[in-house]
């Protein structure tokens, strides 16, 4: 998905109250939050800053999500915690969401393709496992870290 979609897809979805809502929290009109995420509009752009404002607004981060696959990376949100427990849990749930990605890979190739609605259902899947991983890095490196006080500039 490209940006602006991701942008126009963002505001206009009504778990987050539409482009009514999310204008009236960014203290703009919703015809000018319309445009600015209009596809099809060449005359209004959303800043920086504004794209931001939405994703924190939302808890949707597909704006940036779309940015980094552009950029041939990804976004991955992350935890804070690193308590054993913690760091088991994240790692089981790391676990979970790589056994979701090849439940949905399996029935996706079952006719040898992915198709798009079947692209749509696995991407996301994806991301959360990636997200998943990347949390389990860190906490693996904060209890490390916790573990090795004595320990300078260790990987």
């Known amino acids: 998905m490209n940006v602006i979609d991701a942008a126009h897809k963002t505001v206009h979805n009504p778990k987050h109250g539409g482009s009514t809502a999310i204008a009236a929290r960014m203290g ?4 000018v939050l319309n445009n600015k995420v209009n596809p099809n509009m060449d005359s209004h752009h959303l800043r920086l800053d504004e794209a931001l404002t939405i994703m924190e607004f ?33 790692a089981l749930s790391a676990s979970a969401c790589q056994g979701d990605v090849m439940t949905e890979m399996h029935k996706a190739l079952e006719d040898g393709r992915i198709s798009c609605n079947e692209l749509d259902s ?19 490196k904060r209890k490390h870290a916790k573990d090795n006080p004595h320990l300078q500039g260790c990987n």
């Open 28 to 31: 703009m009109s919703p015809t």
């Open 58 to 90: 939302t808890g949707d981060h597909s704006i940036i999500q779309a940015m980094a696959q552009r950029l041939g990376g990804v976004y991955c949100e992350v935890s804070s915690e690193s308590t054993k427990d913690e760091l088991i849990m994240t």
């Open 122 to 140: 696995l991407l996301p899947k994806i991301q959360r496992a990636m997200s998943s991983l990347q949390s389990l890095k860190n906490h693996v």
